[in-house]
């Protein structure tokens, strides 16, 4: 997929407005990602500057700071960009993840960042700590500490984060396609 066709998907995900603090956050970090991935040292040099610029912007007026280095996954979601977001720049974001305000995922001190699955949800002031890893379709509430491993199809709440392995309405779909 062009750089174009993601950031036109990033433009309608968060309400068809340039103006958008959400949009304009992941539409810098798809320049920057881009641009990191230039072979021409020059044009490169180039690009990630005029990044940067972009980047001091982004970072005193939306406060959402998501290096280009970060992998992020098809239909990222920043639902609410009221707040602040950092996130690592090694951490690793599945498809279709929703993100609310005030989260941290990682840290900006040594040592691994997490790998989030896909169709995950991040309730507002969490936060994701360390080399852990959040399988799919994983939802965690709002104001948890997450830095454990959390299994697939689970809900997690609380700080410290008490994990929920099931949930029910998961578990049966899960059933229904085994059955057939």
Known sequence: ????????GD???HGRSLTEAAFVSLAIYRYGHWALG??????RWLANK???????FILNVTKVWIPPQVKLGEDFHIIHAEGSLSIHPEAVIG?????MHNVTIGTNMR?????IGDD??????????GPIKIGDRVRIGANTAVSTNVPSDSVVIGSPAKIYPSLPIFAAKKQEKADV
Not at 38 to 43: D, S
Not at 120 to 129: E, P, Q
Request: proline share 5%; aromatic share 14%.
């Open 95 to 99: 498809d279709r993840c929703g993100v």
């Open 50 to 56: 005029l990044y940067g610029f972009f980047k001091i």
């Open 38 to 43: 230039i072979r021409n040292p020059a044009a």
């Open 111 to 115: 040592g691994r960042a997490p790998i």
């Open 1 to 8: 997929m062009s750089l174009f066709e993601v950031v036109k």
């Open 120 to 129: 995950v949800f991040i309730g507002v002031n969490s936060t994701i700590l």
């Open 11 to 13: 433009y309608i995900r």
